[in-house]
């Protein structure tokens, strides 16, 4: 599966993100299972975010341990050049933290925040 993410450069953002199987089904979290959300510039390999559910960014970015995961982007956490990201979206094992379950990857695209207010 694809995971994409459209925002707006300077807004705080949630998503609900479902990590699924190849045919498409939601797969299930065991107790102490991670989710974990990586964005990065391919151009140049430098990770911008990583979040762990439970482990919350000092901006309070966060992910939460479900399926689906919410995915909360504050601001200053993703204040970057607008521009195409790229984005894996993993599943820690709980019983084996370094075996990664399941991923799904895909875009992150920041646009330049038009002109005007939010009314």
């Not at 151009?43 to 909360?72: H, I, W």
């Not at 970057?80 to 990857?105: K, M, N, Q």
């Amino acid at each position: 599966m694809t995971v994409n993410i459209t925002h707006y450069q300077g807004r705080t953002c949630e998503y609900d993100l479902t990590i699924a199987d190849a045919n498409g089904d939601a797969i299930t979290l065991y107790a102490g299972d991670k989710v974990r959300l990586k964005i990065w510039r391919q151009q140049d390999g430098k990770l911008l975010l990583d979040l762990a559910s439970g482990s919350p960014t000092t901006n309070g970015s966060s992910l939460t341990a479900a399926n689906p995961t919410r995915f909360k982007g504050v601001q200053n956490d993703i204040n970057w050049t607008p521009g195409i990201y790229d984005l894996e979206l993993l599943l820690v094992d709980a019983s084996d933290s370094s075996r990664v379950r399941h991923a799904d990857s895909g875009l992150f695209i920041l646009h330049d925040t038009p002109a005007g207010g939010l009314t």
